[in-house]
């Protein structure tokens, strides 16, 4: 079993990070963000890193613990560097482009489909085929570049829709003749 929950989250040069009570904030170059560290878990601060501990052996405080110890670490990598997936977009027609705040997708269907960028998200289209979502928040990111995505995920024959640019896509063979 995983002890990642043993190591103490070093604070980052240039981060400001304090513990209250089970709150945990970070404040750093590209914003401001907190986590509130379940009860199964006592975090607290110690000579420039947070220490996670479990209060009890229980399972639930023993899986508890590696996934607090998991989202501090993500709340100052978020502040430091911040996170960014990027979807490809696949197909004859298929393009998205940036209309203000809001992202405008040509998926083949009989209208574009218009999405409206959450606040703390930055969506960006360097080509018309790809979509860049960067933001601080790990878990807002994920699930931005997850709701884009879901309008058209990538079909086995063609390979035709939205896809992670890391994503591969498994293809099946088409009927014979």
Do not use: C
């Amino acid at each position: 079993m995983s002890r990642i929950g043993k190591k103490p989250v070093q604070v980052p040069q240039g981060v400001t990070a304090s513990v209250d009570g089970q709150t945990v904030s970070a404040k750093g170059p590209k914003g401001e963000l907190k986590f509130v560290v379940n009860d199964e878990v006592l975090v607290k601060m110690e000579d420039g890193a947070v220490a996670v501990d479990p209060r009890d052996q229980s399972k639930l405080a023993r899986s508890k613990w590696g996934m607090s110890r998991t989202q501090i670490a993500n709340i100052f990598a978020g502040v430091t560097n911040g996170f960014e997936k990027r979807l490809e977009i696949t197909g004859v027609g298929y393009r998205a482009a940036m209309q203000g705040k809001n992202l405008q997708l040509a998926l083949g269907f009989s209208h574009d489909v218009v999405y409206q960028t959450p606040e703390g998200i930055t969506i960006a289209t360097p080509r018309p085929t790809e979509i860049v979502v960067t933001g601080i928040d790990k878990q807002k990111v994920g699930q931005v570049a997850a709701e884009i995505r879901e309008y058209r995920g990538p079909e086995p024959y063609k390979g035709k829709g939205v896809r992670y640019s890391d994503e591969k896509i498994v293809r099946k063979e088409g009927k014979k003749k």
